[in-house]
């Protein structure tokens, strides 16, 4: 994910989008424990994913009202 596609979302959009990133980083996480993880980079793509999303609704929160 981009972080011009994460730009147009709202801060709704934000929260739903990180909590089914979280979920799927979970069920990895327990992949990876059971030997079973396929593509270990996809947890890596996730966590940065996350925290572009952590950053962009950290701007929209800080954002002064115009």
Do not use: H, Y
């Not at 596609?5 to 996480?29: C, H, P, W, Y």
């Amino acid at each position: 994910m981009k972080f011009t596609e994460i730009k147009d979302m709202t801060q709704v959009e934000l929260a739903a989008k990180g909590r089914d990133l979280r979920s799927e980083m979970f069920n990895l996480r327990l992949q990876q424990a059971s030997a079973q993880l396929e593509k270990p980079a996809r947890l890596r793509t996730l966590r940065r994913d996350i925290a572009r999303l952590e950053t962009r609704s950290s701007q929209l929160r800080n954002q002064k009202p115009a």
